[in-house]
């Protein structure tokens, strides 16, 4: 890891404690967080890179709330 501050660069050093951030978990925990959505959700589900569509035909308001305490 290094620090560069107005094009001037420190010099690399390794970094042997922390924890991941940023572009470095997002990606995993996104997956994580889809896979598990489509195994707790029972409504129709499509899913296609970062996109995730949820659907369901109601005619009872019961269920159209048991919908959104399941994506809740």
């Known amino acids: 890891m290094r620090v560069i501050l107005n094009g001037c660069a420190a010099e690399w050093t390794e970094v042997l404690s922390g924890v991941p951030q940023g572009s470095v978990l997002g990606p995993l925990l996104f997956l994580i967080y889809v896979n598990e959505l489509s195994r707790i959700v029972n409504s129709s589900i499509k899913m ?10 109601f005619r009872i308001i019961k269920k159209i709330l048991k919908l959104s305490r399941e994506i809740y």
């Open 48 to 57: 296609f890179a970062n996109d995730i569509k949820i659907w369901k035909k």
